[in-house]
């Protein structure tokens, strides 16, 4: 949440103007951070999801203790490319570390830390039909890798809508590029910046994915 200009991976993208935004979507809510941020700064209608159970109570008070009376939707599901359930696999040392569909050998590895629990299962499309999301919206987006099944069913919104996207792509190398070529395939007007490199993992991959709408002259 740094400017920009000291931190080129920044939500706050200069070209995606955060203020004029009518609604901004948090998937991968956590506790709110960006929540509150979109709160503080935007007059938007703010839908904050979370799949977590654990997570809720703390995401709930945030968004009451924040909105001054605005209306706020939190969404207590994950992410993917069709509606449904899945299991999801809870690191209870690395919260964060949390993912859908785990492999039996990933639980098996990491048991004494590992939980898993039954989530409900939405999508973007599902979600902008569901709450009459139109233009003029943002999605900050970032799911321990789900972001490409989640862009999958996002086509329609991207496609008639057009919301500003800032996406975390460093879970898997292959990401940016995947999610890029999902976001073009929709809306081929999108501009798309990689911005930060993430070098915790080897090889470095971009940090993050910025997309927005270029109005294309005909």
Same mark, same amino acid.
């Given at each position: 949440f740094d400017n920009f200009n000291v931190n080129p991976s920044s939500y706050d993208h200069p070209?995606?103007?955060?203020? +004029?935004?009518?609604?901004?979507?948090? !998937?991968?809510?956590?506790?709110?951070?960006? +929540?509150?941020f979109s709160l503080l700064n935007t007059q938007a209608l703010v839908i904050a999801? /979370? &799949?977590?159970?654990l997570m809720k109570p703390a995401l709930s008070k945030t968004l009451d203790l924040y909105a001054?009376?605005?209306?706020?939707?939190?969404?207590? !599901?994950?992410?993917a490319d069709k509606p449904g359930w899945s299991e999801i696999q809870i690191d209870?040392?690395?919260?964060?570390?949390?993912?859908l569909? &785990?492999?039996?050998?990933?639980?098996?590895?990491s048991a004494e830390n590992i939980i898993t629990e039954r989530v409900a299962i939405t999508t973007i499309d599902e979600l902008a039909q569901k709450n009459s999301l139109g233009?003029?919206?943002m999605i900050k987006m970032d799911i321990e890798g789900y972001e490409m099944a989640a862009l999958s069913?996002?086509?329609?919104?991207?496609? /008639?809508?057009?919301?500003s996207l800032a996406i975390a792509v460093y879970h898997e190398l /292959?990401? !940016?590029?995947?999610?890029?070529?999902?976001?073009?395939?929709?809306?081929?007007?999108?501009?798309? /910046?990689?911005r930060g490199c993430y070098g915790y993992f080897d090889p470095p991959r971009p940090y993050m994915l910025f997309a927005y709408w270029v109005r294309v002259n005909i």
């Open positions: 070209s995606m103007s955060l203020k +004029s935004r009518k609604w901004i979507m948090d !998937a991968g809510a956590a506790e709110g951070y960006f +929540s509150v999801v /979370e &799949p977590l159970s001054n009376g605005r209306k706020t939707i939190l969404v207590s !599901a994950a992410l209870c040392d690395h919260i964060c570390d949390s993912t569909s &785990p492999t039996r050998s990933a639980i098996e590895s233009y003029d919206g069913a996002a086509v329609n919104v991207m496609k /008639e809508y057009k919301p /292959e990401n !940016a590029k995947a999610c890029a070529d999902i976001i073009r395939k929709a809306n081929p007007s999108y501009k798309i /910046e990689f």
